[in-house]
């Protein structure tokens, strides 16, 4: 059951858009913001390294993306403006991989998995496989706006694999995602978890947030947290 009055709070790191001709901006500084912006989402989805300029501002190294972002929070978690996005990180957090669109086959990268893995390797948190999808669902991502899967879809198609783990008192449930777009799927996630737990402290985290007004986009570093909110009139989601 998707609960009409709940909103999901959650967090993201670098943001992206969706924009295809970006090439043709007439600013070169934005234009190379775009383009970093893109470029980085393709090395997360497909797990890869990136470049890393070292702090000489000369020598470059490579660095595999995911574990770069986890190390990347972990520094920053004592400067309060970055650490106030993302509180949620501990050692009460669990991490939870939203599963795929498709069904689980062994040996198939799940990028989410992956970055809850290496947030583990930091201590902001302790991986757990908590959820899986028993059923598919259409990948928001190439489809149609009247075919992307709502809230209730993923809810539907979403088990609960343990429900014997320990959770305290100050337990936090952070959903890990690649990207976040309207929000649905973790919406959808948290709601499976609330029919185990009611009164769980669940949290969202997205390494990307979809801006689909590429006049919106500023950096694709752009750290932010915000709500995700049910429409029942709808039964769709609104991002804020």
Known sequence: MIRENYSLRYSSLYSYTPYKNYANVSNISYRDELDKANKLKTALKNDREIPIVLKNGREVKSENFIQYIARYIKENLNEEKFAKKFSFFGNDTLLIPIPKSSLMKEGTLWVPKRIAQELEKQGLGRYVDLLERIYPVN?????????????????????????????????????VDDVITR???????????????????????????????????????DPITGIIKYRPETKDTIRE
């Open 183 to 221: 929000g649905s799927t973790l919406l959808g996630c948290a709601n499976k978890i609330l029919d185990v737990w009611n009164h769980a402290d669940i949290y969202g985290f997205a390494v990307f947030r979809t801006i689909s007004n590429h006049y919106e986009f500023k950096n694709f570093l």
């Open 139 to 175: 990948k928001s991502s190439t489809s149609l706006p009247k075919d992307r899967p709502k809230p209730e879809d993923h809810y539907n198609s979403i088990k609960v694999k343990n429900q014997l783990i320990e959770v305290g008192e100050n337990t936090k449930f952070v959903l």
